[in-house]
């Protein structure tokens, strides 16, 4: 038996069962004139839906559970003494990351018992937070307050805002540290995929 003219006859035989239903109940539908060529339009489109492959299920994204922070601290001449890059939970707002990794520039920088610094960083809303006279009331602010206290302790400290372009190496490390479950620190050297951002990031600084 023809399988084809056996869809055909069955496409056919629904059209016409339902326009009989729609009849009955006063539905409109078309003409029996029509039925032929509506039931093979449709049996077209179904085989076209079945030749189409199937795409196999692809899980949704998980959203980014974490954020890094990049650290580098550089001697008056520029050159590397010491990075970091730390994964840390994901924090409510992108001045909370700013923030804690200042605070984590501070620690480093006190570990490694540096007296006279410079903290630059290219969030103004953070530079200008921590230069501020005032206690910052932002939700982020107990971060601020913690990061000056913790300053309080270098003989003296600056904190300055540097452009984008001028932060690229913090910028690396932090999204390296994304990738890493585990702290990574370098004295007197740096990780490798951020080696040519090192002399870039002085231009504009």
């Known amino acids: 038996m023809d399988f084809q003219l056996v869809e055909r006859f069955a496409m056919i035989a629904w059209c016409i069962w339902f326009k009989r239903n729609s009849s009955r109940i006063g539905s409109p539908s078309l003409p029996f004139s029509q039925i032929h060529s509506d039931a093979i339009e449709r049996l077209q489109e179904f085989q076209q839906v079945q030749d189409m492959p199937l795409v196999p299920f692809q899980p949704p994204t998980p959203k980014q559970s974490a954020a890094g922070l990049g ?13 970091l890059s730390e994964r840390i939970a994901l924090p409510p707002s992108v001045e909370d990351v700013e923030a804690l990794a200042c605070r984590r520039a501070i620690l480093f920088a006190m570990e490694l018992n540096l007296q006279t610094v410079i903290f630059k960083g290219d969030s103004e809303i953070i530079s200008n937070s921590l230069n501020s006279s005032e206690a910052c009331l932002a939700p982020f602010g107990h971060l601020i307050e913690d990061a000056r206290h913790l300053a309080s302790g270098f003989q003296a400290v600056v904190f300055a805002h540097v452009r984008r372009k001028g932060n690229g190496v913090a910028d690396k490390l932090a999204k390296l540290a994304r990738q890493s479950h585990s702290p990574q620190i370098w004295f007197g050297d740096i ?6 951002l090192v002399m870039f990031d002085s231009l504009f600084c």
């Open 191 to 196: 990780h490798s995929d951020a080696h040519n």
């Open 71 to 83: 650290v580098v601290l550089r001697d008056h001449e520029g050159k590397v003494i010491g990075a």
